[in-house]
């Protein structure tokens, strides 16, 4: 549905018209949130629909006839993980696997989102600062609107991921520093040369996509689930999922109750975690922020306060976990489970395992986020895995009773 208006995250008396392409409020700089006519979205029509992310069309910003550009993203399975539940004494554990999008990230969903309404409201050519998957899923969707994309990046960004950016034919830029500062070169070129910029908060829609994360959930389990366990950088998929739950009580779908939010960032760079544990209402930037969680090498942005409000609304917490504990998690979850994890996938269960281990009470079911696939990491990193793995074969005997 075409969204009746945008509007300030601080303060929602100032609203912005959709028909226009929008970033931040102008007024105060703070994101920009999509509201639509109506809450109507009958479950019905939507179950005899593709099974893609699409399917909540009514609260999309997509017209009624229009095609969105899309690649088929969404719609990805949540997979039971018998083995984690068992070894931590928990009844109903599962991930969310992102990895099975295009692009092999959660980030096609937003970019999906906010590429089909750039399209749409005559963007010529689009710009988005990224941490990796960001970039790759704004190439892919630029290449299928047929509009030009630059991509600024921290120059250690893994070889692969620029590789998979330029193959979608976007143009990439180095940048020394971290994603922020990549955020702001990004703004530069938008505003120097009219390129519109999708930078995550800084448009509104990339949350209205990710958002149908929390929708499948919905379905996938026949109500909300009792726990989320997120890989938190920039903070998106946090917020955009709380939207979707207050928009699902609006539409009947579900009642008040609401699941517990877990945000885990790495301990190099940890900035919800600090600002959470102080009780502040914005985070202070993680200066040298350094962690191997490529993701989440977020040292700041402007969606800290609708992140740290909607953990805190949640009754639910922020934990950091170190990059080595993510790693191992990782593995675990390809190892033990068959999960294609990445790294920030690793990081959701490693924080699952400290919160048990410091006997907090998580409401079941518990929901991971593998946020992408494992098959793009540095051939360092791959290395480093694959030598890990290699050891494991011979050490685990749990592994080597099962099989017989
Ligand atoms: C694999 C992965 N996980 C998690 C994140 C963090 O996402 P969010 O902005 O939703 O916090 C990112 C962002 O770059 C990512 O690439």
Redesign the pocket.
């Known amino acids: 549905m075409i969204p009746s208006h945008l509007e300030c995250s601080r303060d929602a008396a100032h609203r912005f018209s959709p028909e226009r392409l929008a970033t931040v409020c102008p007024d105060d700089g703070a994101p920009l949130l999509v509201r639509y006519p109506a809450y109507r979205m009958d479950r019905p029509p939507v179950a005899a629909r593709a099974w893609t992310m699409w399917r909540y069309r009514e609260l999309l910003p997509v017209g009624e006839d229009e095609q969105p550009i899309s690649l088929g993203e969404g719609a990805t399975p949540l997979v039971a993980l018998a083995r984690v539940a068992a070894s931590l004494g928990l009844d109903e554990v599962y991930v969310k696997d992102?990895a099975q999008n295009p692009t092999g990230?959660?980030?096609s969903r937003?970019m999906a989102a906010a590429v089909t309404v750039a399209k749409r409201l005559g963007a010529t050519a689009l710009v988005a600062p990224?941490?990796?998957?960001?970039g790759g899923a704004l190439a892919a969707y630029a290449a299928r609107a047929g509009l030009p994309a630059r991509i600024y990046v921290p120059r250690d960004t893994p070889a692969i991921l620029i590789e998979e950016m330029r193959g979608y034919g976007a143009e990439v830029a180095f940048v020394e520093g971290l994603?922020d500062d990549a955020g702001r070169l990004a703004g530069e070129y938008a505003r120097e040369r009219g390129a519109f910029n999708v930078a995550?908060f800084r448009e509104p829609y990339r949350v209205e996509g990710?958002k149908t994360m929390g929708f499948e959930l919905v379905e996938q389990l026949g109500g909300v689930p009792g726990t989320i366990v997120?890989?938190?950088?920039?903070?998106?998929?946090?917020?955009?999922m709380w939207k979707a739950f207050a928009e699902l009580e609006k539409s009947g779908w579900i009642d008040a109750r609401r699941p517990m939010l877990i945000?885990v960032q790495a301990e190099g760079c940890a900035p919800i975690v600090q600002a959470f544990d102080r009780g502040d209402e914005f985070a202070a930037r993680v200066e040298n922020g350094a962690t191997k969680?490529?993701?989440?090498r977020?040292p700041g942005?402007i969606?800290d306060r609708l992140?740290l409000r909607a953990l805190r609304e949640s009754g639910g917490r922020a934990v950091a976990v170190s990059d080595e504990q993510a790693f191992g998690a990782m593995r675990d979850l390809h190892y033990d489970e068959g999960v294609d994890a990445?790294?920030?996938?690793g990081a959701t269960l490693a924080a699952l395992r400290i919160l048990r281990h410091q006997g907090v009470a998580l409401p079941a079911p518990i929901v991971l986020?593998n946020?992408?696939t494992s098959l793009k990491y540095s051939p360092r990193e791959s290395e480093e895995s694959t030598a890990n793995a290699a050891t494991k074969t011979h050490v685990d005997p749990a592994r080597r009773e099962r099989a017989r």
């Open positions: 992102e990230s959660f980030k937003g990224s941490a990796g998957n960001a994603i995550t990710k997120y890989p938190t950088g920039g903070g998106t998929g946090l917020v955009a945000a969680l490529w993701g989440l977020v942005g969606g992140s990445t790294e920030e996938g986020f946020t992408a």
